[in-house]
């Protein structure tokens, strides 16, 4: 399937994507995203704790490199490598791609190795001040699905 490419012209705009793609969320999902500093992964992810339900507030876990948001309707696993480029360091990603809930990686690249190959790429392009180009890569049957299903509906893209 061909990538599928969404402009937002606000962060709200890509929080609003991110809630549509937790609508199709299933336990065991794995979404990564890349984009340089102030691309919008957070924001992306901020989005996509809104849309499970969850409350608590999603901030980067860059020191912490794992944070674990229980309190929505599935749990949410974000994962922020950057700290851990070049490096083989294990700190058991499987019990989190294999579990239970979602997990979305910030700088996925940087654990390419460690990464399940079905999952949701998506890379987050600065294109202006407010504007940003989202584009999903989907690896796996579950992940076409999904992202024809988001085609599908009306947003601006
Ligand atoms: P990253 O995690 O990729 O480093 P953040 O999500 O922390 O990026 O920061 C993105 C910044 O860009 C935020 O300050 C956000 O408000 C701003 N921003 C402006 N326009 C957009 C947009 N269309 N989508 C996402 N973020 C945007
Ligand atoms: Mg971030």
Redesign the pocket.
């Known amino acids: 399937m061909k990538p599928i490419i969404f402009k937002?012209?606000?962060?709200?705009?890509?929080?609003t994507l991110a809630m549509k793609v937790a609508a199709l969320l299933k336990p065991g999902y794995v979404l990564t995203?890349e984009?340089?500093?102030?691309?919008?992964?957070?924001?992306?992810?901020?989005g996509l704790a809104k849309g499970l339900g969850i409350k608590r507030n999603v901030?980067?876990p860059t020191f912490t490199i794992i944070k674990e948001y229980t309190d929505g309707s599935l749990p949410l696993y974000h994962m922020?490598v950057y700290r851990l480029e070049d490096s083989d360091e294990d700190l058991g990603f499987d019990e989190y791609f294999n579990g239970n809930g979602v997990t979305v990686v910030?700088w996925a690249h940087h654990i390419e190795d460690q990464l399940p190959l079905k999952r949701l790429d998506i890379k987050?392009i600065?294109s202006?001040?407010?504007?940003?180009e989202?584009t999903f890569h989907p690896k796996g049957s579950e992940y076409v699905e999904m992202c024809k299903e988001l085609s599908n509906e009306s947003f601006s893209n």
Not at 35 to 46: N, P, R, V, Y
Request: hydrophobic fraction near 20%; glycine fraction near 16%; avoid cysteine.
């Open positions: 937002t012209g606000q962060s709200e705009e890509t929080s995203l984009g340089d500093l102030g691309a919008g992964k957070t924001t992306f992810t901020k901030n980067s922020d910030e987050i600065r202006g001040d407010d504007h940003r989202i």
